[in-house]
């Protein structure tokens, strides 16, 4: 499968809107600040990736083509509104991926977020993982629960490991799903 592969059909929201799901495109730099630039404050405090910084969305925009990544958006009307990617990580963690999910806050509670997680699993086995990771600040409890539904489940807890984008200090979860023995 290669990331254009990862293209869905048109896909019905439970409130009846529809998306269409695809691979994150070079030429989606503006709309990908758009989108960051939109989400609550919580967000912004709370996720590793710093959306609201447009060198973070360039960094992600340029790596749009990259080997060991796949990088899915959900498109309504020309805008983003969720975000998810998984990464192969360096090393003696080749073997695993590391992950991120985020929906637009309009967009919530509709199923965006499992359409798109299922996406981060398909592109994993497509990377020929045997295991995918989400980490998420304890607070972050939707996360958790979306997680937790598809089959992840906490593997750790790193005390005082996060300093959020404001001043706070929290625990960070880590969630692994295993893709093979
Ligand atoms: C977590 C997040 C991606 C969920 O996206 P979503 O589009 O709302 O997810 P879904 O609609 O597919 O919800 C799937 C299930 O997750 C759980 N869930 C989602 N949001 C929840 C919430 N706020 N409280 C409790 N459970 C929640 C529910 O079980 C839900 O199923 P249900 O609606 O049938 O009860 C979204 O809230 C978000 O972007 N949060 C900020 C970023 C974040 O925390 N990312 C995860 C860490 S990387």
């Not at 896909?11 to 730099?29: A, F, K, M």
């Not at 360039?58 to 083509?65: E, F, G, K, P, Q």
């Not at 959900?74 to 985020?102: E, F, M, T």
């Not at 404001?166 to 880590?174: K, Q, R, S, T, V």
Request: hydrophobic share 45%; net charge negative; with cysteine.
């Amino acid at each position: 499968m290669t990331n254009q592969e990862l293209v869905a059909p048109m896909t019905t929201l439970r409130d009846g809107r529809t998306v269409t799901i695809r691979p994150l495109e070079e030429s989606d730099r503006a709309a990908l600040l758009d989108f960051g630039m939109a989400l609550p404050e919580d967000d912004w405090l709370y996720l590793e990736l710093d959306f609201h910084d447009p060198n973070t969305i360039t960094r992600l925009v340029n790596a749009y083509a990259a080997m060991n990544w796949r990088q899915v958006v959900a498109v309504a009307d020309g805008a983003i509104v969720g975000y998810s990617n998984v990464r192969r990580l360096p090393g003696w963690k080749s073997h695993a991926g590391d992950s991120h999910l985020v929906i637009g806050e309009g967009w919530r509670r509709q199923g965006l977020g499992t359409a798109l997680a299922e996406t981060i699993l398909a592109a994993a086995r497509d990377l020929g993982l045997e295991k995918v990771i989400a980490e998420m600040v304890e607070e972050q409890t939707a996360g958790r629960a979306i997680f937790e539904r598809l089959g992840f489940q906490i593997e750790g807890t790193l005390a005082g490991q996060v300093h959020d984008h404001g001043d706070g200090c929290h625990n960070l979860l880590i969630l692994g799903y295993r893709l093979r023995p």
